[in-house]
């Protein structure tokens, strides 16, 4: 039992965030000091088998040519959320940034 314990804590402890950076007209990823112009929290569930959340980042930098990156994440907090439920709720973070 103390083995199973170890194990399934060890798997907690390495299961890490992810991030996605999508570069539209930015060469750089944003870093931890710049600040979106939008946050929105995408829910899913069952790990978000065949389900799709659109975001408009040309409407909320007002025009397509004005979009710098939109970045997508599944922080700690998503991560725990996503365990707690065993994977039917599956939360992920957008955040959108403008030039």
Do not use: H, W
């Not at 060469?27 to 659109?54: I, R, W, Y």
């Not at 997508?72 to 957008?94: A, C, E, W």
């Amino acid at each position: 039992m103390k083995t199973v314990v170890t194990v399934a804590l060890l798997a907690v402890l390495t299961s890490g965030c992810a991030t996605q950076n999508y570069l539209v007209a930015s060469p750089v990823a944003p870093n931890a000091t710049t600040t979106a112009d939008a946050n929105k929290m995408q829910t899913f569930f069952v790990s978000g088998l065949g389900q799709e959340q659109e975001i408009n980042a040309a409407e909320i930098c007002e025009g397509k040519e004005n979009v710098a990156s939109i970045q997508k994440k599944s922080n700690f907090v998503n991560v725990v959320l996503s365990l707690v439920s065993y994977g039917i709720y599956t939360p992920r973070q957008i955040s959108v940034y403008c030039k």
